[in-house]
């Protein structure tokens, strides 16, 4: 008999993975099985919920949350989940990738200027504000130019 903190028959703790059965919780989301839904969300919402929190603060991490879950269930339906047991991983990489794409965002929307109804003819422009410091690649294009 297994309690409540997953020990199996013979007294060894269950690994999450196996609680889980990985396998059909991608096949289910691949079927698009409600219940695997609901579980693959379980799996996502706890780790990625903090990592955003850690990252942005509490601003607009629902919406980072759902956009990784989406990610994540588009993943598996595509296909590109080869091995279901390696998913927490891929769930980790997406993420990650989702908060390096929310930071580059933010660091655009800083370069550019949106211009209102207040300046004559202008509204709904936006202008890209030049950065005065060069960024990694300007740097080595300086130095290969250099003899």
């Known amino acids: 008999m297994s309690d409540a903190r997953g020990d199996n028959q013979n007294g060894h703790t269950a690994n999450r993975s196996e609680e889980l059965n990985l396998t ?4 289910g989301v691949k079927a698009d099985n409600p219940e695997a839904m609901e579980q693959l969300y379980g ?3 706890k780790g990625v919920r903090s990592y955003f929190r850690r990252q942005f603060g509490s ?3 629902d919406d980072k949350v759902h956009d990784s879950f989406v990610a994540v269930v588009d993943a598996v339906r595509r296909g590109n989940v080869r091995e279901p047991e390696a998913l927490h991983g ?3 990489t997406i993420v990650r990738k989702k908060a390096a794409q929310y930071i580059e965002n933010l660091m655009q929307s800083r ?5 209102d109804e207040e300046i004559p003819n202008t509204k709904g422009m936006t202008f890209e504000v030049p950065d005065k410091h060069p960024d990694a690649e300007q740097n080595l ?7």
């Open 24 to 27: 059909a919780l991608v096949a």
């Open 43 to 45: 799996l996502c919402n």
């Open 59 to 61: 601003q607009d991490v």
């Open 90 to 92: 891929y769930i980790r």
């Open 111 to 115: 370069r550019s200027v949106f211009l």
């Open 141 to 147: 294009m300086e130095s290969r130019k250099k003899p």
